[in-house]
T-cell receptor, first 114, second 116 residues
């Protein structure tokens, strides 16, 4: 079965500093990996995904994520955080061998302080 | 975000009421999903429809009844709910070509449901 872990409930970072939101996954085959962001009282917005190819994936709003197969990780990063990046971030995985079911992590709250 | 719309945005209902949540997608997708989002819990996949056929039902109580009349519309009919059913209900859609797991799901804004 596939699973996702987001080990940090909350990440605090100062505006202008780099940010990292961690995600590790477990699948039996090769994974498809996704990051979503949720602002208060809103649905989930797609940020980026890893399917194959280059391990560094670039997405919306200046975010990027690095796929590391040996560490089974897919951490979300941004070089310079903005206060407006404060939100709830979800990592999700789909196991290529198990149909189209998408499994989400519990989410990480990102707080960026000015 | 306007690609997937949900109504109503907020709903308060008693345990004996019957209500329905509506989702509409304007993206030309062929798969639609219902998720439940409760505080401090991962998103729970409830139902999946592909080409208007239900392909997944994750052990959801029968007081939740989905309906997908066409590929653009998805309903969740609610009756005799319990207070623990209070949550944010999210609808999503994706292209979902058969055999492909690469398609992105796009979410609506959700319906905040409170059961008294």
């Amino acid at each position: 079965a596939q699973s996702v872990a987001q080990p940090e409930d909350q990440v605090n970072v100062a505006e202008g500093n780099p940010l990292t939101v961690k995600c590790t996954y477990s699948v039996s085959g090769n994974p498809y990996l996704f990051w979503y962001v949720q602002y208060p009282n809103r649905g989930l917005q797609f940020l980026l995904k890893y399917i194959t190819g280059d391990n560094l994936v670039k997405g919306s709003y200046g975010f990027e994520a690095e796929f590391n197969k040996s560490q089974t990780s897919f951490h979300l990063k941004k070089p310079s955080a903005l206060v407006s990046d404060s939100a709830l971030y979800f990592c999700a995985v789909r196991d290529r061998g198990y149909g189209n079911k998408l499994v989400f992590g519990a989410g990480t709250i990102l707080r960026v302080k000015s | 975000e306007t690609g997937v719309t949900q109504t109503p945005r907020h709903l308060v209902m008693g345990m004996t009421n019957k209500k329905s949540l509506k989702c509409e997608q304007h993206l030309g997708h062929n798969a639609m999903y219902w998720y439940k989002q409760s505080a401090k819990k991962p998103l729970e996949l409830m139902f999946v429809y592909s080409l208007e056929e239900r392909v997944e039902n994750n052990s959801v109580p029968s007081r939740f009844s989905p309906e997908c009349p066409n590929s653009s519309h998805l309903f969740l009919h609610l009756h005799t709910l319990q207070p623990e059913d209070s949550a944010l209900y999210l609808c999503a859609s994706s292209q979902d070509r058969p055999g492909s797991g690469t398609d992105t799901q796009y979410f609506g804004p959700g319906t905040r449901l409170t059961v008294l």
